[in-house]
């Protein structure tokens, strides 16, 4: 009993914990968040942000339920930079990938130790 006990206990802690999230504020019949989805959804989970910080979407109905949120979320989609639960940073809107990408990238370096990967 004691050894799957052990097992168990070695398993959970083998998992990765994702301490740091990208947290996606969106609404059905957003334009931006499909915009969003098409243009950064499929790819994003294979960057080096996105490895860094998991993608997480909640409405934006369920905001103060689940994020202890700066301020009141008005627009969607935002993102927000979320570690243990509380709002680091934020991006509202989406204008497009030219300007999403060097924005995530400087919030992410402005409040946790990402690292941009070298070009």
Do not use: H
């Amino acid at each position: 009993m004691r050894a799957l006990v052990g097992l168990c206990f070695l398993a959970l802690t083998a998992l990765p914990a994702w301490a740091v999230e990208l947290v996606m504020v969106e609404q059905v019949g957003c334009i931006y968040c499909e915009r969003w989805n098409e243009d950064i959804g499929p790819i994003y989970p294979k960057t080096a942000e996105g490895k860094f910080a998991p993608l997480r979407r909640i409405d934006i109905g369920d905001v103060k339920d689940e994020i202890d949120v700066t301020r009141r979320v008005i627009f969607t989609p935002t993102f927000l930079v979320v570690e243990d639960g509380a709002e680091l940073a934020r991006m509202e809107g989406y204008a497009g990938d030219e300007f999403f990408w060097p924005l995530l990238t400087e919030m992410l370096q402005e409040t946790t130790d990402f690292e941009e990967a070298s070009q």
